[in-house]
Nanobody, 123 residues
Framework: QVQLVESGGGLVQPGGSQRLSCAAS????????MGWYRQAPGKERELVAA???????NYADSVKGRFSLSRDNAKNTVFLQMNSLKPEDTAVYYC?????????????????WGQGTLVTVSS
């Protein structure tokens, strides 16, 4: 099975930068899609950035030009670089990975979520 561990949240001033990390563990065979989502207080969870294998990354309009999704294939880790942060970016951020893992020589699909990490943008 696959587990995700997020890190990098915290308090940052408006205009500042923060990088979130999401490390996947388990017998991963392939990652087909990855993404970052966020949920602000009193609001529904929304997509921040997502990419499927072989396709370009899609970003929410509110973060285009400021946020960047990247990955380290060797470490099964996905990152979210956030620049020019605004108070409205304050939320719990979740990573999501979908793909295939191997168990006892059989392949299974997975759809895993991180535990969430709080990013607070405030002076």
């Amino acid at each position: 099975q696959v587990q995700l561990v997020e890190s990098g949240g915290g308090l940052v001033q408006p205009g500042g930068s923060q990088r979130l990390s999401c490390a996947a563990s388990g017998s991963i065979f392939t990652i087909k899609a990855m993404g970052w989502y966020r949920q602000a207080p009193g609001k529904e969870r929304e997509l921040v950035a997502a990419v499927t294998s072989g396709d370009s990354t899609n970003y929410a309009d509110s973060v285009k030009g400021r946020f960047s999704l990247s990955r380290d294939n060797a470490k099964n880790t996905v990152f979210l670089q956030m620049n020019s942060l605004k108070p409205e970016d304050t939320a719990v951020y979740y990573c999501n990975l979908r793909g295939m893992y191997i168990l006892a020589e059989k392949y299974y699909s997975f759809d895993a979520w991180g535990q969430g990490t709080l990013v607070t943008v405030s002076s």
